[in-house]
């Protein structure tokens, strides 16, 4: 039974360019949540799907950044004219509700690096 | 707001040498208490959800203990192998968000 699978693993882009991040939930998963994890500091939830639908985005910053869930394939994470402050790990999790009795399960992140 | 605080930030343990991590947290509003270990270059792995004061779980040589305001990640004769940060996860009355506190890097020497 695959976990939750990310990639890329790393990635690497320069100033003004775009950033996407996939992250394929763990099978008879439909909620996804995005965390990022500055260096030095913890996980910060920033956004939270289910199937179509953005629940929860309050830890989203208002520009550049978007996030999405479609019906067939993985969640995006998309960073828009990224900046050297989006260097980060960017982490997704995926449970089969929203309950507090279902663990989140994390996926092993995308480094992203901004030159 | 709603915070998760872990202490120590770092622990240094000889091997065998039995301690205990501490995550104080917002008390209104929580519904689960949850205790993650995280690799370098890993995601969080999950261990322990706790929901009730007074509940206790245990995995091998960790057992997780929730109180009214705090809870403790104790570990018993550690081995090398579990050195990791280990974190700690409030889950609130506000949708399905974690609030993770900033973690205890746990570093245990044979």
């Known amino acids: 039974n695959a976990g939750v699978m990310q990639n890329p693993r790393h990635l690497v882009r320069r100033r003004g360019q775009e950033a996407r991040l996939r992250c394929s939930p763990m099978k008879g998963h439909s909620h996804v949540y995005w965390y990022r994890q500055l260096p030095e500091e913890g996980l910060k939830f920033m956004v939270y799907l289910q199937k179509e639908n953005i629940i929860d985005e309050s830890g989203m910053p208002k520009e550049r950044f978007s996030a999405e869930f479609p019906k067939e394939g993985p969640s995006i994470l998309r960073i828009q004219q990224v900046v050297r402050g989006d260097s980060a790990a960017y982490f997704c999790?995926?449970?089969?509700?929203?309950?507090?009795?279902?663990?989140?399960?994390f996926g092993d992140g995308t480094r992203l690096s901004i030159l | 707001e709603d915070q998760v605080t872990q202490s120590p930030e770092a622990l240094r343990l000889q091997e065998g040498e039995s301690s205990s991590l501490n995550c104080s947290y917002t008390v209104s509003g929580l519904r689960g208490l949850f205790w993650y270990r995280q690799d370098p270059g890993k995601g969080p792995e999950f261990l322990f959800t706790?929901?009730?004061a007074g509940e206790e779980k245990e995995k091998e040589r960790l057992k997780a203990t929730l109180t009214k305001k705090e809870s403790f990640l104790h570990i018993t004769a550690p081995k090398p192998e579990e050195s990791a940060t280990y974190l700690c996860?409030?889950?609130?009355?506000?949708?399905?968000?974690?609030?993770f506190g900033q973690g205890t890097e746990l570093s245990v020497k044979p």
């Open positions: 996860a409030g889950y609130y009355n506000q949708g399905g968000k974690l609030i």
């Open positions: 706790l929901y009730s």
């Open positions: 999790a995926s449970s089969p509700s929203q309950n507090s009795n279902q663990p989140q399960h």
